[in-house]
């Protein structure tokens, strides 16, 4: 059964590493004035150069890293799909979880399938610190917890990877302004109200209704795609 979807927080993850700790052991024995003979042999205290003096990672340096979308690995595959993430700049989709894991997503559609069953594309039904999609507009990844989706419902709608994806616009007048542009070029009939989404609307419904051909096989994520038909963009 899909797990509820994945909550986002806010929470900060801050960690140390504590550095190790050089002991120098020193060992005497009293000389023949004082009854006690000195011990020629008396370990010395390790150099400077000998002690692990290297310092806990600076907090504000680890909150930038868990606040920040990362450079996207070459090579690295969809979460979801298993295309190369890489290869699909102006689509992309990153999120990164409290411990600071990192999950890629060639698209807004595969990130939003995620975020409603992490589990069953072997994710951990954890809370995630941050998640970033590619505004459609200006081509940046922006915070995709305070983004706007136009719901596409045609795949010829929008020349996109994967076909089709819910449409990500910084503002909703972005998203309203994109809405008016479909309706008018292809004679469609999308609502303001119902077709503009939040982060908050990427549910188990969503989910199937743009991914749901990964979720007809079980738990088999090995998913084949003839990337030149999805990927033209």
Not at 65 to 73: G, Y
Request: hydrophobic share 25%; glycine share 6%; net charge negative.
């Amino acid at each position: 059964m899909p797990s509820e979807r994945w909550k986002p927080t806010r929470r900060t993850f801050l960690g140390t590493t504590m550095s190790g700790t050089a002991i120098a052991l020193a060992g005497c024995t009293g000389d023949a004035d004082g009854g006690n003979d000195t011990n020629e042999d008396t370990v010395n205290e390790p150099e400077d150069s000998d002690l692990d003096d290297s310092e806990p990672e600076d907090e504000d340096q680890q909150v930038e890293q868990l606040d920040s979308p990362a450079e996207f690995p070459d090579g690295e595959e969809c979460a979801v799909c298993n295309m190369v993430t890489p290869d699909y700049p102006e689509w992309n989709a990153q999120l990164v979880g409290t411990d600071g894991t990192r999950v890629y997503f060639c698209s807004s559609g595969c990130m939003s399938t995620y975020i409603a069953d992490p589990e069953h594309f072997g994710g951990d039904d954890e809370e995630i610190e941050n998640v970033w999609v590619t505004d459609y507009e200006t081509g940046e990844l922006i915070d995709a917890t305070e983004s706007y989706y136009v719901r596409v419902k045609e795949s010829s709608h929008v020349d996109d990877v994967m076909m089709k994806n819910p449409t990500p616009f910084t503002d909703r007048d972005g998203a309203e302004t994109f809405i008016d542009e479909l309706n008018d070029g292809f004679d469609a009939d999308y609502d303001r109200d119902a077709d503009v989404i939040t982060f908050d609307d990427f549910d188990m419904d969503n989910a199937m209704f743009y991914r749901e051909q990964f979720f007809e096989n079980g738990d088999d994520h090995d998913h084949d795609h003839d990337h030149d038909d999805h990927s033209d963009h």
